[in-house]
């Protein structure tokens, strides 16, 4: 009979029972100084074929303060780069390891190699999702707001990966969610539609979705791995992230971004510098979201 994995793949799949769990344990990580320490070894693999700051290095840190160890495969250094499929790869290093952080383009190789796989598998973004990001984020609207109830947020830019894992989120918390993208850019109906939550707005129009906003989010305009060209990015303009924008929600409004940011694109210096913005708790919590998320699929929590 096949083992049943907790694997951490998207954030609708996952009960709302055990999402809260993750992030009370995020919490509490935070509080108890990193603590927590798993009583036997375990081994994360860290599988990245997209670039990574904040999600490679916080799992890192974060598996080796909890008394784990990491090992770290990338193109260059095995034999991925000489052509070795990474399904074949997969089957492999899960015999090796105790859980495998994935980051990759294509979500559906996400869940393929979910069922290879003898091990849990973290979804570290794909160009679909970025569930991971999601929990941080909703960590640092607790410490902020503490509940996400009622909660205008606004999200305002690219329809992407980070915007599909909140809509994702929508699921399972009572929050307002109201997006705003440039025609063509908005989150798939696909994504949209699935959910069928009625707390979804769609709007032409960023001032009008950033109306009455507790919180406006955004992220870069050129995800990794996307072709862009000047006519699209003049398409983004009025989608800036910027004080003229910000006082217009008629109330007093944070700011996220999963970083990096690009400064005077989507958003201006004054606002990701402000004193709203809460940007850099959000980047630290990634830390305790993720060794939250590292204890809950190895069954600890
Ligand atoms: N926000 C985020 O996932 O950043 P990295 O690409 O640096 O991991
Ligand atoms: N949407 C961005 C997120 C980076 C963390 C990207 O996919 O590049």
């Given at each position: 009979?096949?083992?049943?994995?907790?694997?951490?793949l998207?954030l609708?799949?996952i009960?709302k029972?055990?999402?809260?769990?993750?992030?009370?344990?995020?919490?509490?990580?935070?509080?108890?100084?990193?603590?927590?320490q798993?009583?036997e070894?375990k081994i994360?693999?860290?599988?990245?074929?997209?670039p990574?700051?904040r999600?490679?290095?916080?799992?890192?840190?974060?598996?080796?303060?909890l008394?784990?160890?990491?090992?770290t495969?990338?193109?260059?250094?095995?034999?991925?780069?000489?052509?070795e499929?990474l399904?074949?790869t997969m089957k492999?290093?899960?015999?090796?390891?105790?859980?495998?952080?994935?980051?990759?383009?294509?979500e559906?190789?996400?869940?393929?190699?979910?069922?290879?796989?003898?091990?849990p598998?973290i979804n570290?973004?794909?160009?679909?999702?970025h569930p991971?990001?999601?929990?941080a984020?909703?960590?640092t609207?607790?410490?902020k707001?503490?509940?996400?109830n009622?909660?205008?947020?606004?999200?305002?830019?690219?329809?992407?990966?980070?915007c599909?894992?909140?809509?994702?989120a929508?699921?399972?918390?009572?929050f307002?969610?109201?997006?705003?993208?440039?025609p063509?850019?908005?989150?798939?109906n696909k994504?949209?539609?699935?959910?069928?939550?009625?707390?979804?707005?769609?709007f032409?129009?960023?001032?009008?979705?950033?109306?009455?906003a507790d919180?406006?989010?955004?992220?870069?305009?050129?995800?990794?791995?996307?072709?862009?060209n000047p006519?699209r990015?003049?398409n983004f303009e009025?989608f800036?992230?910027n004080?003229d924008?910000?006082?217009?929600?008629?109330?007093t409004t944070?700011?996220?971004?999963?970083l990096p940011?690009?400064?005077?694109c989507e958003?201006?210096?004054?606002?990701i510098?402000?004193?709203n913005?809460?940007?850099?708790?959000?980047a630290?919590?990634?830390?305790y979201?993720h060794?939250?998320?590292l204890?809950?699929?190895?069954?600890?929590?």
């Open positions: 009979m096949k083992k049943s994995f907790r694997h951490f998207n609708h799949e009960s029972k055990d999402i809260d769990l993750i992030l009370k344990y995020s919490h509490r990580l935070k509080k108890n100084n990193k603590t927590k798993l009583k070894k994360l693999a860290i599988i990245f074929e997209k990574s700051t999600t490679k290095i916080s799992f890192d840190v974060g598996m080796k303060l008394n784990g160890d990491v090992v495969l990338d193109h260059s250094d095995s034999q991925l780069g000489r052509g499929s399904e074949d492999v290093l899960s015999s090796y390891v105790d859980i495998i952080a994935y980051r990759g383009s294509d559906s190789k996400l869940y393929k190699l979910s069922e290879i796989s003898t091990v598998i570290g973004l794909t160009d679909i999702s991971c990001q999601i929990i984020d909703i960590m609207l607790q410490e707001f503490r509940s996400l009622n909660l205008n947020l606004s999200w305002i830019g690219d329809g992407n990966n980070v599909n894992s909140w809509i994702h929508s699921k399972h918390f009572d307002n969610l109201k997006i705003s993208c440039p063509g850019n908005f989150p798939e994504i949209l539609k699935s959910l069928n939550s009625g707390k979804v707005e769609l032409k129009n960023p001032a009008e979705a950033a109306l009455d919180v406006i989010i955004t992220d870069t305009w050129v995800s990794m791995g996307m072709k862009s006519k990015l003049k009025k800036q992230i004080k924008l910000l006082e217009k929600t008629g109330r944070y700011f996220l971004h999963c940011a690009h400064r005077g958003v201006t210096d004054e606002i510098d402000g004193e913005s809460l940007v850099w708790a959000e630290e919590n990634r830390l979201a060794q939250s998320i204890l809950w699929c190895l069954k600890k929590i």
